[in-house]
């Protein structure tokens, strides 16, 4: 899709391709057929630079046809390059710029909360993205009202999009920052599906609190030359590095 198109982020899709397919295959109750079902757990991908790994788990789910993918970043389709709710069934969001995701769902948690209806919100954020004030004020509101609906998941790769983060601005002592949040921190391998499904399996973590789970992934995750490369966070593959790519991708 990235190739075709012309677009770029492909690193930071394959960075959290396995998170996508744990969420929407194991944790998620969601319902193709009913979009717009009530009860559904609500997914918003605040890192909205990997959408088109979140158009492809949608196809792969059955909430439009896999073919459609193939209008990827292209003159008037739907699927723009950063992830848009706008005539796409299953995206809750449109996002792009940095550090709304979080805030938004903090939104829909509370009103999920309000109303009893027993759905959960999943946020899926950057790591570069947590440099972002609006974020921690989403983490502070969401705390103080106890939304144990809710559930962030930091893409822990470790590099934002022109550098390494702990050159950028560095997050350590991450864990610990969520934890005087009065949040509940689960970190998991970011790859290890039985891991990652055991930790999102038992919501909420602790009653009362809401949960982040620190997943540390690998930027380019399965194509040996893209992996932990700043250079993928904006590259297109095409030619001789696509060829390569999609034959490493196929030996996995």
């Known amino acids: 899709m990235t190739s075709t198109g012309g677009s770029s982020h492909v ?49 792969e789910c059955g909430y439009f ?11 008037g389709s739907v699927f723009s390059g950063h ?15 940095l550090g709304h995701g979080l805030g938004v769902g903090v939104g829909m948690a509370k009103a999920l909360q309000l109303g009893g209806n027993p759905a959960r919100v999943f946020v899926l ?23 144990e609906n809710l559930v962030a998941i930091v893409d822990y790769n470790k590099i934002q999009s022109l550098a390494p983060v702990a050159e950028t601005l ?13 949040w509940t921190v689960v970190e ?17 973590a602790r009653a009362g609190r809401p949960t982040v789970v620190i997943a540390h992934t690998t930027k380019g995750k399965g194509v040996s030359f893209m992996e932990n490369s700043v250079l993928w966070h904006y590259r297109t593959a095409r030619g001789e590095e696509f060829d390569r790519a999609l034959a490493e991708l196929d030996r996995s």
């Open 11 to 59: 690193g930071a899709a394959f960075s959290i391709a396995d998170i996508l397919a744990v969420l929407y295959g194991r944790i998620l109750r969601h319902d193709p057929r009913k979009p717009r079902w009530e009860e559904r757990d609500r997914f918003i991908l605040s890192k909205g630079h990997a959408g088109v790994a979140v158009y492809a788990t949608l196809a």
């Open 83 to 97: 992830v848009s709710h706008k005539g796409i069934p299953g995206v809750e969001l449109s996002t792009g710029s």
């Open 65 to 75: 046809p896999v073919a459609d993918l193939t209008r990827h970043y292209q003159n």
């Open 125 to 147: 954020l950057s790591d570069g993205e947590c440099d972002e004030g609006t974020v921690w004020e989403a983490a502070l509101f969401a705390q103080h009202h106890a939304l």
């Open 170 to 182: 560095a997050l350590e002592p991450f864990r610990q920052k969520w934890e005087s949040f009065n």
């Open 188 to 204: 998991a391998p970011g790859h290890d599906h039985d891991v990652l499904a055991a930790a999102l399996a038992t919501l909420p």
